[in-house]
Nanobody, 119 residues
Framework: QVQLVESGGGLVQAGGSLRLSCAASGRTISTYTMAWFRQAPGKEREFVARISSSDGYTEYADSVKGRFTISRDNAKNTVFLQMNGLKPEDTAVYYC????????????WGQGTQVTVSS
């Protein structure tokens, strides 16, 4: 299976930027759909962005469109989430997830990295 480790979170002022990284090990991620989710205190985990394993197609939650960009570097076995124009409502623990080709759910998750956006 694949192990995922997120990094890059931290404290940032509103309007600032962060880039999250998700380093994978155990398997190459070239055949995995990769995604980012987030969970704020007292709220359900929500989808943020995904990137397909086949053609690199990306999809974003409406709340982050135009501000966040998901990308992948298969050679480095790493997925990124570039977050610009951060808002206080973006504050959450961000999780990386992987879905193997042909799979129906995200079976692999990282431990999460905290993103806090101050007003």
């Amino acid at each position: 299976q694949v192990q995922l480790v997120e990094s890059g979170g931290g404290l940032v002022q509103a309007g600032g930027s962060l880039r999250l990284s998700c380093a994978a090990s155990g398997r190459t991620i070239s055949t995995y759909t990769m995604a980012w989710f987030r969970q704020a205190p007292g709220k359900e985990r929500e989808f943020v962005a995904r990137i397909s394993s086949s053609d690199g197609y990306t999809e974003y939650a409406d709340s982050v469109k135009g501000r966040f960009t998901i990308s992948r570097d298969n050679a480095k076995n790493t997925v990124f989430l570039q977050m610009n124009g951060l808002k206080p409502e973006d504050t959450a623990v961000y999780y990386c997830a992987a879905r193997f080709f042909g799979g129906t759910s995200y079976g692999y998750w990282g431990q999460g990295t905290q993103v806090t956006v101050s007003s």
